[in-house]
C-alpha cells in the first residue's frame, strides 16, 4: 500500500505500523432444497433448488430425473466458486402411482347375424392393453382382443389390465355375452308359434313379447288369443341345464301366409273335420292334399283344393298325418288325432 503524502510539524515523528485484512468467503443464504412428491405420467421427474444463487455459484445433481414409480435421494451439490462456501444438499424425489380405469362401450348380443367372431374394444386410461377371460369357453373363446363364437348361451367376458408397477390396478370390467339361437321359433299360424325342438334337446321354454315374459308362456307352443303382432322370442333351457334366448321374430299381424291346421284335433271317429290352409286361393290352384296313417299307407287324396276343406274324420283311431302339398313344391303337414 502506498503511504501517501502526510506531512507533519516539527514536533512530531512518523511511525508506520504494518498490517493484513482477510476476505474470507461467504455462507450462501436463501437456498433450499425440498422434497416433492409427483404422480407418475410417463414423463421426467426431477428437483431443483429455490432461490436465486449468486454470480460465480453453480449447482449440480445427482440421482435426479426420474420416470418410475419410487423413492429416489436426490444430491444437490452447491459449488461457490471464489466467494461463497461449498454446499451439499439432499431431497427425497417420490414418483407414485397413477390411477387407470377401463371404458368398454360394447353390446354383446349375437348370433341373428351370422357372425363368428367379435373385436372386442374395451380400452384403458393408461393406454395399457386389456386382457379378456370367458367364463364359459363352450360358448365362447377368448383368442387375443377377440371371441371366437361356439354354441349358443351365455358366457361373462371380463376386461382387465395386468399388474404394472406404475399404475394401482384398475377395476375389471365384465359383460354378458348373449349368443343367441337362430332359426328356431317359426309361425304356424295367425296366432300360433312353434320352437323347432327336432332335436330333443331342450326341456323349458319361456316365451317373451316385445321383451316381456308372457305369462303362462312356458311350452314348445305358443297360442296367442289374438293375431300375433311383435317381436317374439324364448328363453330355453337343454337337457344339460344351459339357458339360451332365440333370436327375436318380428311378426306383423296379417302378413303370415302358409301353414296348415285340423280343427278340431283330436277329432272323433266317423265325424268331420276341417282342414285349414292359410294360403290364398290363387295359390291353392294346383295343390292336393294326402291324408296317410302313421305308417305312411294312404287314406284319402284331395285334388280340389281351398283355404278350408271339409272332410270325413278316419273310422279307424289312431295319428294320422295331413300334407299339403302346393304346385311350386312346398310341403306343409299336421298331425291329426282320431280317437
Given at each position: 500500500?502506498?503511504?501517501?503524502?502526510?506531512?507533519?510539524?516539527?514536533?512530531y515523528d512518523f511511525t508506520y505500523q504494518k498490517a493484513d485484512f482477510e476476505i474470507t468467503k461467504a455462507t450462501i443464504a436463501g437456498i433450499t432444497f425440498s422434497n416433492d412428491s409427483f404422480v407418475y405420467d410417463g414423463s421426467v421427474k426431477s428437483l431443483s433448488i429455490a432461490g436465486t444463487p449468486p454470480t460465480g455459484v453453480s449447482v449440480s445433481y445427482v440421482g435426479n430425473n426420474k420416470t418410475e414409480v419410487g423413492n429416489y435421494t436426490v444430491t444437490a451439490t452447491i459449488n461457490g466458486g471464489n466467494n461463497y462456501e461449498n454446499n451439499t444438499l439432499t431431497a427425497l424425489l417420490e414418483i407414485t402411482k397413477a390411477t387407470q380405469s377401463i371404458s368398454w362401450d360394447q353390446t354383446l348380443t349375437v348370433g341373428c347375424d351370422g357372425v363368428t367372431t367379435i373385436q372386442l374394444t374395451a380400452k384403458s386410461s393408461s393406454g395399457l392393453p386389456i386382457v379378456y377371460h370367458s367364463s364359459n369357453e363352450s360358448v365362447a373363446k377368448i383368442s387375443g382382443n377377440e371371441v371366437v363364437l361356439?354354441?349358443?348361451?351365455?358366457t361373462e367376458i371380463t376386461a382387465s389390465i395386468a399388474s404394472n408397477p406404475n399404475f394401482i390396478d384398475a377395476a375389471t370390467v365384465?359383460?354378458?355375452?348373449?349368443?343367441k339361437l337362430t332359426g328356431m321359433v317359426k309361425q304356424k299360424w295367425d296366432d300360433v308359434l312353434i320352437f323347432d325342438n327336432s332335436s330333443d334337446e331342450f326341456v323349458n321354454w319361456q316365451w317373451y313379447k316385445d321383451g316381456q315374459a308372457i305369462v303362462g308362456a312356458q311350452g314348445q307352443y305358443y297360442t296367442s288369443p289374438t293375431p300375433l303382432n311383435g317381436s317374439y322370442m324364448v328363453v330355453v333351457k337343454d337337457k344339460n341345464g344351459n339357458t339360451m334366448e332365440t333370436c327375436p321374430l318380428v311378426i306383423v299381424a296379417g302378413q303370415h301366409k302358409g301353414g296348415v291346421k285340423v280343427i278340431p284335433n283330436p277329432a272323433r271317429q266317423g265325424t268331420t273335420f276341417t282342414i285349414k290352409a292359410d294360403y290364398p286361393s290363387e295359390e291353392l290352384k294346383g295343390a292336393k292334399i294326402m291324408i296317410t296313417d302313421i305308417t305312411g299307407k294312404l287314406y284319402k287324396e284331395i285334388n280340389q283344393v281351398s283355404p278350408e276343406v271339409v272332410t270325413q274324420v278316419p273310422m279307424v283311431p289312431g295319428v294320422y298325418i295331413i300334407y299339403l302339398f302346393l304346385e311350386n313344391g312346398k310341403r306343409e303337414s299336421v298331425k291329426l288325432l282320431v280317437n
Open positions: 500500500m502506498n503511504q501517501g503524502t502526510l506531512l507533519a510539524s516539527t514536533n361356439f354354441s349358443s348361451g351365455y365384465s359383460k354378458v355375452l348373449n349368443h
